[in-house]
Nanobody
């Protein structure tokens, strides 16, 4: 089985930066695309960013494009999310996930097989 452990969340002022990490165990990480999702209080979990197995392909939600950067280090079984110019609306729990082989767009929750427990990000105004 795959285990994912997110870290790096915290409280930051608007305009600040955070770097999230997601450490994965298991061989699936080295064979799969990865994604970051987030969930604000009272809202559904939403796509934030994805990265292909090699790291050559990345994609972002419009709401984070130009501010967030996803990357991965396959030697360390870790995927990162660098978040700059944070806004109060970025507040939420951030989850990393392992993409399913059955996925097509990898922008939907049901296209991911394994999830971490999440890390809280709070951006104050």
């Amino acid at each position: 089985q795959v285990q994912l452990v997110e870290s790096g969340g915290g409280l930051v002022q608007a305009g600040g930066s955070l770097r999230l990490s997601c450490a994965a165990s298991g061989r699936t990480f080295s064979r799969s695309a990865m994604g970051w999702f987030r969930q604000a209080p009272g809202k559904e979990r939403e796509f934030a960013a994805l990265i292909s197995l090699s790291g050559a392909i990345t994609a972002y939600a419009d709401s984070v494009k130009g501010r967030f950067t996803i990357s991965r280090d396959n030697a360390k079984n870790t995927v990162y999310l660098q978040m700059n110019s944070l806004k109060p609306e970025d507040t939420g729990v951030y989850y990393c996930a392992v993409a399913s082989d059955r996925g097509r767009t990898w922008r939907n929750v049901d296209e991911y097989d394994y999830w971490g427990q999440g890390t809280q990000v709070t951006v104050s105004s």
